[in-house]
C-alpha cells in the first residue's frame, strides 16, 4: 500500500482538527457531529455494497437495535450504557450472522428484497413493543459515561466522533487493502475467479456483512447517546435508503467517498432549507444530476479526471 | 500412483448427456491434453473436476483421495488450479492484485488484524507483492505490472490467468483454451510459456483447439466427442486413430450424429436479394475513424461492397476489424467519416435504423439468446419485420439449419457453439438483409464446424446475398470471398480480390507478426 493512500487520511484528520475554530456556532457543531456519525456508518456500508458488491437496504435496522439496546437495556434494566452498546452489538452481530447464510444464496433483486424485508421487520418490531420501547413515540436515552465522566457538552462529542471517523478510515483503508479485503474486491469482480484461487465465497459475504451491520449498530448506540432520544425512525425503510444514497453519490468502492457521500447528502438539506417547500426538489435535481453525470460516484470520477488514486 | 483418477463421470444438464461414462488418470508432472469437436464437453469436464458443477455420477480421486461435489476453494486448497476460456478477471482491481489474489490461501486473512495493520500482515503483503511481480514476469507481462485489469489487452490477460493460477503454488494446473483468440504469434509464445510451466514440476492439464500446439505440448491425449471418451493416448497414437480423424474431418460414420453437416441441402434459398444487374455499389465508407477514449482504433477506413458481393475484411487481433463492424452497425460512435448506404447517407442513423434499412449483424462471439428457444431467437431476429412474411423466412432458416428445427423448442443456451453460431446467422437472415455482416463466424469452432460455417457462407453467396465477411481466419475467408481488405492496426493497408491477397505475402506478414 502506496504512502499516497493516506493523504486523504491526513486531509480528513487537518480538517477535522480546525473546524471547532472555525465554525461559528453550536448548530454547525451538531452538524458536523452528524456528519461524522453518519461517516463512520457509511464507511461500513461501502465495505459491504462498493467493494463486496453486496447490496443492503435494511442497514437502518442494524442501526436502530444498536440504539434501542443503548436506551432499552440501562433504562429498563439498569445496565451500563458501555456494555448495552456492546450487547447491542453482539445481538446484531448474531443476527446478521444467522441470517446471512440464506440471504446470501441470493443475488441482486432477490439479495436487496431479503434486506429491506429484515430493515422492515426490524423497524415494525420496534414499533410495536411499545412495553419497552415507547412505541412510535420513542424513548430517552440516559447520557454516555465512562469512569464517571459523562459525555455531555457538543465539545466533548465532537472530538470522539472525530477520532472514531479519523480511526475507521484508516482501519478501512488498510483493510481493503489486505489479503481479506483483496477477497472481497475479488469476488465482486469474478465469484467463479475468486473461488477457483481459494476464496470461501459465502464466508467472505457473510463475514462483510456481519462486520458492516456491527459497525452500523454501534454508530446507532453513538447516535442514541448523542441525540439523547430514539424513535422507530432509526430504523425506518428510508433511513436504510439514505444511507445507500451516500454511498452512491460519493463513490462505490471509495474510502473516501464515504465521507464525502455523507458530508453531502447530512449538510445539503440544511444548506438548501432557504428554498423552503422546494428544497426536496432541488435536492432531488442534484442528485439527479450527481447520477447522470457521474454516475461512478463523486470521488471515482473525479479521481479519474485527475488522474490519482482513491 | 497416478496424481488424478477419474472414473465412469458422467453429469446431466435437463436430458442433455453433456458427459458420459469417462475415465481417465493422469501421472504427476506430465503435460495431458483434452480435444474434440466443439460441444464435445471439454469444458464441461473442466468444471466436473474443478468443482464448478457436481457429477450426477461417477468418482474423481485426486491422490487416492474422492474430491467430486467439492467447492472450487476446497479444490484450491489441495492444490489444483484452473483458468477460463472466456477470461474471468477481476476488473475492479490492479493487474499486480488479480495475481496477489491467487496467494489467497498462503495468507493471514484476519480482518481485525488487517484492519490494525498488524505488521506481520504488511511485512507479508509487501513479500507477496514482489513474489507476484516476479510471476508476472515469469508469464512474460513485465511491462503490466503498474497496468489496472481492465485497461489490458486481451491476450495479456489470458496470461494474467496463468500468472494467478501459478501464485496458488498448484500440484495441478487446468488451462481452458490458453490460446483461444490469441494470434499465432501469441500463440507461439503462450506454447512456450507452458512449456516453462511444465519443466517448473507443475502438472498441467490443457484444452486447446490448436493442434499444432497440443501435438507439440502433450504427452497424453483424450479425445472428447459428444461427451464419451473417443480415443486416449500419446500424440501418435491419437492422430492415426480413424475414429478421431472422422471425428474431426466429417465422414461420420456414427448413428447419432447430432450436428449433420449442412453441406449441400439445396433446398432453402433467400431470395431476399434480387440477384442484381451489374453491381451497383452498396455500401461506401470513406475516412471512417472511431476511437475508445484516447486510443484511436480506426484511422481512417475506405471501403466499399457491390450488391451481390462477398467481401473478407482480415487481419491479426486487435486490428480493428470488429470496431469497424461496431461502427458500421452504429453501436460504435463514428469520430470522422462517412457511410453511404444504397446512395443514401446514414452516418447519422441510428443503430437500430440502420438495421431497419437492411444492414443485419451476426455478431462476434455469437451473442445468442441464451435462455429463450431457438424459435424465440429466430423471431427476435424479425422484430422489424412484417408479420405475414415471419413464417415464411422462419421455414426457410429451418430449412438452411435442420439441426435448429429439430431442436426449435429448447433454450439457445443449450446448443453447441457451432449451433448457435447458424443460429446467429439465422437470426439475422430474419432480418431480411440487404446486406449481411458476418463477425468472426468461425471463432472457437472444431475444424468440422468451420468448415460447416464456411459452406453455409458459399451457399449465401450463390443465392446472390451480399455478405461482409470479418475473419481472423484469413484464408479460408479469402478463399470464397470476390474481395478483400487487409486490416492492420486501424488502417487498410491491403486490397484485392480474394485470390490475389491469398497469394500475397504481405497478408501473411500481416498475421503472424514478421
Known amino acids: ?310 | 500412483m497416478a496424481l488424478l483418477e477419474i472414473k465412469d463421470l458422467c453429469i446431466n444438464f435437463g436430458g442433455v448427456k453433456a458427459v458420459q461414462n469417462v475415465s481417465f488418470s493422469i501421472e504427476p508432472g506430465i503435460v495431458y491434453a483434452v480435444i474434440g469437436p466443439n460441444g464435445a464437453g471439454k469444458t464441461t469436464l473442466f468444471n466436473l473436476i474443478t468443482g464448478v458443477y457436481i457429477p450426477t455420477s461417477g468418482s474423481i480421486l485426486l491422490d487416492g483421495e474422492a474430491i467430486e461435489g467439492k467447492a472450487p476453494n476446497e479444490l484450491a486448497r489441495r492444490g489444483v488450479a484452473r483458468t477460463f476460456q472466456n477470461l474471468q478477471i477481476c476488473m475492479n482491481m490492479s493487474a499486480l492484485e488479480n495475481v496477489m489474489l491467487g496467494a489467497h490461501l498462503r495468507l493471514d486473512r484476519n480482518p481485525l488484524k488487517a484492519a490494525l495493520r498488524w505488521p506481520s500482515i504488511t511485512r507479508r503483503d509487501a513479500e507477496l507483492r514482489a513474489e507476484s511481480a516476479d510471476l508476472m514476469r515469469f508469464v512474460g507481462l513485465e511491462a503490466y505490472i503498474e497496468a489496472r485489469a481492465d485497461s489490458m489487452p486481451y491476450g495479456a490477460l489470458k496470461r494474467l490467468e496463468i500468472a494467478r493460477a501459478l501464485a496458488l503454488k498448484p500440484r495441478i494446473l487446468f488451462l481452458d483454451e490458453p490460446a483461444a483468440g490469441l494470434n499465432p504469434k501469441e500463440t507461439i509464445e503462450v506454447d512456450a510459456l507452458v512449456r516453462k510451466v511444465a519443466d517448473s514440476g507443475v502438472t498441467v492439464v490443457l484444452v486447446e483447439h490448436d493442434m499444432k500446439m497440443v501435438m507439440n505440448l502433450s504427452d497424453r491425449i483424450l479425445v472428447l466427442d459428444y461427451g464419451k471418451k473417443l480415443a486416449e493416448g500419446t500424440g501418435d497414437e491419437v492422430r492415426r486413430n480413424p475414429d478421431v480423424i472422422a471425428a474431426y474431418l466429417g465422414a461420420r460414420t456414427s448413428e447419432e450424429a447430432p450436428s449433420e453437416p449442412v453441406i449441400d441441402t439445396p433446398s432453402a434459398t433467400f431470395p431476399f436479394t434480387e440477384p442484381s444487374l451489374p453491381a451497383e455499389v452498396l455500401l461506401q465508407v470513406s475516412g471512417m475513424e472511431s476511437c475508445y477514449g484516447r486510443i484511436k482504433a480506426l484511422k481512417g477506413i475506405n471501403l466499399e461492397v457491390r450488391r451481390g458481393e462477398t467481401v473478407a475484411l482480415v487481419g491479426a487481433n486487435g486490428a480493428g476489424k470488429t470496431t469497424f463492424l461496431r461502427t458500421l452497425s452504429g453501436v460504435q460512435p463514428m469520430s470522422a467519416g462517412s457511410i453511404h448506404f444504397e446512395g443514401e447517407d446514414i452516418s447519422a442513423v441510428r443503430s437500430d435504423q440502420r438495421m431497419r434499412r437492411g444492414i443485419c449483424q451476426s455478431p462476434e462471439g455469437r451473442q445468442v439468446f441464451g435462455p429463450l428457444s431457438i424459435e424465440d431467437n429466430l423471431r427476435l431476429g424479425a422484430y422489424t419485420q412484417a408479420r405475414a412474411h415471419v413464417e415464411e423466412d422462419l421455414a426457410r432458416v429451418f430449412d438452411m439449419f435442420p439441426i435448429l428445427k429439430e431442436k426449435r423448442q429448447l433454450p439457445a443456451g443449450t446448443l453447441s457453439g457451432g449451433q448457435q453460431q447458424m443460429l446467429a446467422i439465422g437470426r439475422a437472415l430474419m432480418g431480411r438483409p440487404q446486406m449481411l455482416l458476418l463477425d468472426e463466424p468461425s471463432m472457437g469452432l472444431a475444424p468440422l464446424l468451420v468448415q460447416e460455417v464456411f459452406n453455409v457462407v458459399k451457399r449465401l453467396k450463390a443465392q446472390g446475398m451480399t455478405i461482409l465477411l470479418v475473419e481472423q481466419n484469413a484464408f479460408a475467408a479469402l478463399a470464397i470471398a470476390d474481395r478483400g481488405y487487409v486490416l492492420e492496426t486501424g488502417l487498410v493497408t491491403l486490397t484485392g480480390t480474394g485470390e490475389e491477397l491469398l497469394s500475397n505475402e504481405q497478408v501473411q506478414a500481416a498475421y503472424l507478426g514478421m
Not at chain 1, 59 to 72: K, P, R
Not at chain 1, 220 to 239: E, I, K, L, R
Open chain 1, 1 to 310: 500500500m502506496s504512502k499516497k493512500t493516506f493523504w486523504g487520511l491526513y486531509l480528513i484528520m487537518a480538517v477535522l482538527a480546525c473546524l471547532p475554530w472555525v465554525l461559528p456556532n453550536s448548530f454547525y457543531m451538531d452538524l458536523a457531529i452528524r456528519i461524522a456519525i453518519n461517516a463512520v456508518i457509511v464507511l461500513g456500508l461501502n465495505l459491504l455494497i462498493g467493494f463486496a458488491g453486496q447490496i443492503s437496504l435494511g442497514h437502518a435496522g442494524f442501526l436502530g437495535i444498536g440504539a434501542y439496546a443503548s436506551a432499552v437495556l440501562p433504562t429498563h434494566f439498569g445496565l451500563h450504557p458501555v456494555l448495552a452498546m456492546a450487547a447491542g452489538a453482539l445481538v446484531t452481530g448474531l443476527l446478521a450472522a444467522l441470517l446471512a447464510r440464506p440471504i446470501f444464496k441470493l443475488k441482486g433483486h432477490y439479495l436487496a428484497m431479503a434486506t429491506l424485508g429484515l430493515g422492515i421487520i426490524i423497524n415494525i418490531v420496534l414499533r410495536n413493543e411499545a412495553a419497552l420501547t415507547g412505541g412510535p413515540d420513542g424513548m430517552p436515552v440516559p447520557a454516555l459515561g465512562l469512569l464517571g465522566f459523562e459525555l455531555s457538552s457538543d465539545k466533548h462529542w465532537y472530538w470522539v466522533v472525530a477520532l472514531l471517523l479519523s480511526f475507521s478510515v484508516w482501519a478501512s483503508l488498510n483493510l481493503i487493502n489486505s489479503p481479506f479485503g483483496r477477497a472481497l474486491r475479488a469476488l465482486h469482480g469474478s465469484e467463479v475467479a475468486s473461488q477457483v484461487a481459494g476464496v470461501d465465497v459465502v464466508r467472505y459475504k457473510v463475514s462483510i456483512f456481519v462486520i458492516s451491520a456491527v459497525f452500523a449498530s454501534l454508530m446507532g448506540s453513538v447516535t442514541a447517546h448523542y441525540v439523547g432520544f430514539v424513535t422507530p425512525n432509526f430504523a425506518d425503510f428510508f433511513h436504510s435508503i439514505e444511507l445507500v444514497t451516500m454511498v452512491v453519490i460519493g463513490g462505490m468502492a471509495s474510502v473516501y467517498g464515504s465521507v464525502l457521500g455523507a458530508v453531502l447528502l447530512t449538510a445539503l438539506p440544511q444548506a438548501l432549507a432557504s428554498f423552503e417547500g422546494w428544497e426536496t426538489v432541488v435536492f432531488g435535481t442534484i442528485l439527479m444530476l450527481c447520477m447522470i453525470f457521474m454516475p461512478r460516484g463523486l470521488v471515482p470520477t473525479l479521481a479519474a479526471k485527475f488522474g490519482k488514486g482513491a
